[in-house]
């Protein structure tokens, strides 16, 4: 049984930092594909980034993209979302997933199994 727990979440001031963890359970990851997905109140959830857990390869979304950085620890079965210079409009439930495959899909019904999420409130 895949599990994955997200920690890391919290409050903090625009500009201000967090690190994101989710940590993956219930068999090995090679050759599957984690991604972070946010929800904000009112809004659909929407793609984050994702990495291919073989090679590391990352793909972000734009708004993101220069800010946010994945990272992985094959030993602990867990990926890492670093966030700096948080702006307010990062404020969500952030969910991290996985699904088989080596395509960093953007779309959540492209991935299987789901965390239960960690907020993130960024103040101005």
């Known amino acids: 049984q895949v599990q994955l727990e997200e920690s890391g979440g919290g409050s903090v001031q625009a500009g201000g930092s967090l690190r994101l963890s989710c940590a993956a359970s219930?068999?090995?990851?090679?050759?599957?594909?984690m991604g972070w997905f946010r929800q904000a109140p009112g809004k659909e959830r929407e793609f984050v980034a994702a990495?291919?857990?073989?090679?590391?390869?990352?793909y972000y979304r734009d708004s993101v993209k220069g800010r946010f950085t994945l990272s992985r620890d094959n030993a602990k079965n867990t990926v890492y979302l670093q966030m700096n210079s948080l702006k307010p409009e990062d404020t969500a439930v952030y969910y991290c997933?996985?699904?088989?495959?080596?395509?960093?899909?953007?779309?959540?019904?492209?991935?299987?199994?789901w965390g239960q999420g960690t907020q993130v409130t960024v103040s101005s």
């Open positions: 219930g068999r090995t990851f090679i050759g599957y594909v």
């Open positions: 990495i291919r857990w073989s090679g590391g390869s990352t």
């Open positions: 997933a996985v699904r088989r495959g080596s395509y960093l899909y953007e779309g959540p019904d492209e991935y299987d199994y």
